[in-house]
């Protein structure tokens, strides 16, 4: 094994140890193997941090991200992050309140914020792992619900197909109340027989 290959691979692994305020937050943001490389995390220090054709924000900024209204968890956690990837001084304390304050009243954002208040995380990189694995909960849950009504979905074509309704020919089928009686009677010879006729009370007697 090349010692330069095994140095890299070295480096990339304790480099987080050595970041420290938003480079550390800006780290702890990433997705799990979205860092392929030494070179490829340099590359994406260099742009977080270095590059002239950032687009400046600040830390008032933050505090406008609010989770939308049918947005997903993941979907709200991603455009968080990247709006915190564009602030050069933030608080490790005050991204952690902002992100909880920016949560939907409502749904899954609701119960995380109370998960969230009622043991707040000591650090940011602690509100990413329980924020991360709340994402996971949420999206098993949206794939489970849709596996649902597919199949629900898939049933009731099966039924369906089972009654044949589709080829059911009801003109042929049930009486019309524009036809006359004796079209009717035509309709449903096979079923309906005429009784023979009755024989009268003096018939009988005699």
Same mark, same amino acid.
């Given at each position: ?30 997705? @799990? &193997? ?9 590359? *994406? ?5 270095? %590059?002239? =054709? !950032? #687009? ?64 707040? @995380? &000591? ?9 991360? *694995? ?5 999206? %098993?849950? =949206? !794939? #489970? ?62």
């Amino acid at each position: 094994m090349d010692l330069r290959d095994s140095h890299r691979e070295f480096s990339t692994k304790a480099m987080p140890t050595f970041l420290t305020g938003a480079a550390k937050i800006w780290f702890d943001s990433l997705s @799990p &193997g979205s860092v392929t490389s030494y070179a490829d995390l340099g590359q *994406k220090l260099h742009v977080r941090f270095f %590059s002239s =054709k !950032r #687009a400046k924000r600040t830390i008032h900024d933050l505090s406008s991200v609010r989770q939308r209204r049918n947005e997903s968890l993941g979907e709200y956690y991603e455009r968080f992050t990247k709006e915190l990837m564009m602030i050069d001084q933030v608080d490790d304390l005050v991204v952690r309140v902002d992100f909880v304050n920016g949560l939907s009243p409502f749904g899954a954002g609701a119960a995380l914020r109370s998960k969230l208040t009622a043991k707040p @995380p &000591g650090t940011t990189q602690k509100l990413w792992e329980i924020v991360k *694995k709340e994402i996971r909960t949420d999206e %098993s849950m =949206k !794939r #489970a619900r849709e596996a649902f009504a597919e199949g629900e979905k898939k049933a009731g074509k099966s039924e369906a197909k089972k009654l044949n309704i589709g080829s059911l020919n009801f003109e042929s089928k049930v009486p019309v109340l524009t036809k006359t009686r004796k079209e009717i009677l035509q309709i449903h010879k096979s079923e309906f027989k005429l009784p023979p006729p009755g024989r009268s009370q003096n018939e009988s007697s005699s």
